[in-house]
């Protein structure tokens, strides 16, 4: 029966999205592997412009009022920076995760067994241009590179492990190649990377869906949050120069904004600046923007182009972000591409094609396989803008954006070729509002 129902429920969502299957390997198979498949753990030592490590936690589905409520939370709030103009860029919760490794949804608007193809890159390639180590801890993933669509509780088959909030899993670039695949692990590899010192600079930390608040509740999440990252406050290895994003992968109400209450904390967050909070407006793909920022790594020429950057790292290098008008932006919905079941984008089977000739805000222009692999076509999108935009289907063409006033940023400036670079982009760029086309041609022109 369910053999049955998992190959109709296949078939079905390869009818609409046209390469999705679902892989529930049988639990045999599943011991066996876990028996056999050691995690791979690289370790490097390459200093960013603010932090020498990017670590992401996501919690689950909850409004930014409710987790701005809860006492733990406000606690986390007060250990760090609290961004109070965080968005996610779509729903439900695969897409997002999706985002923040590649740059864009793809149209995807489900949660279905998806696979992207080998020719898109995700922030693991912009990491090894530099040698920057990379891994995932994903609670209870049975073994470390497990592709499974779930690992449940063994015991009381409660949900678990699941496929969707496993960001580079999803990507055929990054799984295809067993070491690759080996560096998305499980918590009990976390514990021991952190005592042998072999945590990686970039990590996504995903807690099970009891202590997410999938299953539960913020109230439950929050006491678990702050108990975990507790331990990791006292500990010298884990802080040193470390920022830590704490976020939500979407908010819980789908006609809302979609902003998530997200909190950056670690040894890298000036004291001076601990309790204080950040009104940037950022989005899941300004996580992306500012690691290459901070590390000057190129970008993948998709919606992580024009991404604001995090505030500590942008005051380093004088890029100027956007003051973006919220009033009429839509990201509870996304744009047209071929993962999209139609519930909240339009189905295109054509995959996007990324920019690659721009200078994106980071400054450090397009990852030379980008180049290569879509040399001479034209971009699907104007990738320029701090929001996603679609011309053709008139998605969030009437959000307009202005570069922030008057920024004082260069005082700290590291004086590097990306500074000069940032800082010219910020002097020329005249601040008046501008649609989301108009700050695309802005930036084409400079
Ligand atoms: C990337 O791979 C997909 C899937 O195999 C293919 O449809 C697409 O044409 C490829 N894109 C380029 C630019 O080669
Ligand atoms: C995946 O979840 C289903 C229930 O949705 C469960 O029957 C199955 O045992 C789970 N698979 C594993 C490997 O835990
Ligand atoms: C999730 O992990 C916690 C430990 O962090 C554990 O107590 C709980 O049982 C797990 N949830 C499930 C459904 O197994
Ligand atoms: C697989 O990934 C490892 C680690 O990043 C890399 O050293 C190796 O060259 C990759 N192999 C292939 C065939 O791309
Ligand atoms: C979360 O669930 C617990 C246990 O059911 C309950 O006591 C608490 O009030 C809930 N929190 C919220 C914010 O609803
Ligand atoms: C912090 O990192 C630097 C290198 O970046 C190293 O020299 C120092 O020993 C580290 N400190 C701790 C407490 O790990
Ligand atoms: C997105 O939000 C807008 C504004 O609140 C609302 O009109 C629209 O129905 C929402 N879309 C979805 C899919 O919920
Ligand atoms: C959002 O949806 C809720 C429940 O479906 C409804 O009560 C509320 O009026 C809606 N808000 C907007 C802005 O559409
Ligand atoms: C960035 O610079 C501005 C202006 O000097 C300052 O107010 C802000 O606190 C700085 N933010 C960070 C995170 O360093
Ligand atoms: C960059 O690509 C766009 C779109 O293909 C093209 O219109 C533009 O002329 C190119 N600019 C440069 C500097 O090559
Ligand atoms: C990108 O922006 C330019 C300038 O506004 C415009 O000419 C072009 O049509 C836009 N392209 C897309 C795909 O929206
Ligand atoms: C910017 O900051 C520097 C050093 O903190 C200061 O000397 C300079 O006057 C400031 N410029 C403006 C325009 O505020």
Aim: charged share 20%; with cysteine; aromatic share 12%.
């Amino acid at each position: 029966m369910k053999g049955s129902l998992a190959s109709l429920l296949a078939a079905a969502v390869l009818a609409r999205a046209q390469i999705a299957t679902t892989s529930e390997p049988a639990i045999a198979q599943i011991t066996a592997a876990a028996a056999s498949t050691k995690p791979e753990s690289p370790t490097s030592d390459v200093k960013g412009l603010a932090f020498d490590r990017f670590y992401q936690v996501w919690l689950e589905n909850i409004d930014y009022e409710d987790a701005a409520a809860d006492s733990n939370m406000q606690w986390l709030a007060s250990q760090g920076i609290l961004l109070t103009n965080f968005y996610a860029v779509t729903h439900p919760s695969e897409p997002n995760y999706c985002a923040a490794a590649g740059g864009d949804t793809f149209g995807m608007d489900n949660d279905d067994f998806l696979q992207i193809p080998a020719n898109v890159s995700t922030v693991a390639d912009l990491l090894d241009t530099k040698g920057i180590s990379w891994g995932e801890y994903q609670e209870h993933i049975p073994y470390a590179g497990f592709q499974g669509y779930n690992y449940s509780n063994q015991e009381t088959y409660h949900n678990d492990y699941v496929r969707k909030h496993n960001p580079l899993i999803l990507y055929d670039s990054v799984v295809k190649n067993d070491t690759r695949a080996r560096q998305i692990k499980g918590f009990e590899a976390f514990f021991d990377d952190l005592d042998n010192k072999k945590l990686p600079q970039w990590a996504f930390i995903t807690p099970n869906m009891t202590n997410d608040a999938h299953d539960t509740n913020i109230t439950f999440a929050a006491k678990w949050e702050r108990s975990w990252m507790s331990t990791l406050f006292k500990n010298d290895y884990f802080m040193n120069n470390t920022a830590i994003l704490l976020t939500f992968d979407e908010d819980d109400t789908y006609n809302k904004t979609n902003r998530v209450y997200s909190i950056l904390v670690g040894g890298a967050i000036p004291d001076h600046l601990k309790g204080t909070k950040d009104d940037t407006f950022y989005t899941h793909y300004s996580t992306i923007a500012s690691v290459s920022a901070n590390w000057g790594l190129p970008s993948l020429g998709r919606w992580d182009c024009g991404a604001n950057i995090l505030e500590m790292v942008a005051n380093k290098t004088g890029y100027v972000n956007y003051d973006v008008d919220i009033t009429n932006l839509r990201l509870n919905e996304t744009n047209p591409g071929p993962l999209a079941d139609g519930d909240y984008a339009k189905f295109s089977a054509a995959w996007p094609i990324p920019a690659t000739n721009l200078s994106c805000s980071a400054g450090h222009g397009i990852l030379d396989a980008v180049k290569k692999t879509y040399a001479g076509l034209t971009p699907t999108h104007n990738y320029t803008t701090p929001f996603p935009v679609d011309e053709k289907n008139d998605y969030n063409t009437k959000v307009t954006a202005t570069r922030k006033s008057s920024s004082n940023t260069t005082s700290s400036a590291s004086g590097s070729s990306s500074a000069a670079e940032g800082a010219a982009v910020a002097a020329t760029v005249p601040s008046v509002a501008m649609t989301g086309a108009m700050v695309a041609l802005f930036a084409y022109l400079f």
